[in-house]
């Protein structure tokens, strides 16, 4: 089987090449408007981080599915070993999911100290200064984007854990399959 491996691992690198960092080119501004700006760009490109992530499980999917009919017609030890990688794989795709939670969660936390610290800055001159209150209203602004996006961040979260209850599910019956043939042997 392999699987279709390095086909599949070329086109989801060249989608996170495509996504990056989020931080190449920011215009950004100055004070504490453009740390909001950077904010919320970098949960954007949280966000696009995931959808790639989600274009990868799906590709593995198919991949999985399609070396295990390979596999069963090959014999059980080929359904072993493509069990093996499969097991192998949903355990490397569960730590990227992991790993993207915590750093969505750092980027949400991240998120709220500098919206605390643009309202901050931007009642402290508003204070000084009239003009202060066209800030405000842009702070509030940048401060209902972070909003939406770390609502849209969740809901990723969310549909990735549902997407890994149902491989750990699809696993067990792959397991249970095995140990059927087993038996039968």
């Known amino acids: 089987g392999g699987m279709g491996g390095s086909a599949r ?31 919320v760009r970098a949960l954007a490109a949280a966000t696009r981080r995931a959808r790639v992530l ?3 499980m799906e590709e593995f999917e198919t991949a999985a599915a399609e070396a295990l009919e390979e596999a069963a017609r090959a014999g059980e ?3 072993d070993a493509a069990i093996e990688e499969f097991v192998r794989e949903r355990e490397e795709l569960e730590m990227t999911i992991i790993a993207l939670e915590r750093e969505m969660e750092e980027r949400r936390a991240r998120a709220v100290r500098e919206m605390d610290a643009v309202r901050d800055e931007c009642e402290a001159k508003r204070a000084k200064d009239a003009k202060q209150t066209k ?3 842009a702070a509030a602004a940048i401060a209902e984007e972070i909003m939406r996006v ?15 209850r149902a491989l750990e599910k699809e696993n067990k019956k792959l397991w249970r399959r095995v140990e059927e043939l087993e038996r039968d042997a």
Request: glycine share 16%.
């Open 135 to 137: 800030k405000l209203k």
């Open 9 to 39: 691992g070329t086109r989801v690198e060249a989608a996170e090449s495509d996504v990056g960092d989020g931080s190449r080119g920011l215009g950004g501004g100055t004070g504490a408007r453009g740390t909001a700006n950077v904010s």
């Open 150 to 164: 770390k609502d849209t961040i969740a809901k990723d979260c969310t549909r990735l854990r549902e997407e890994k």
């Open 77 to 79: 030890a080929a359904l």
């Open 54 to 56: 989600e274009v990868a």
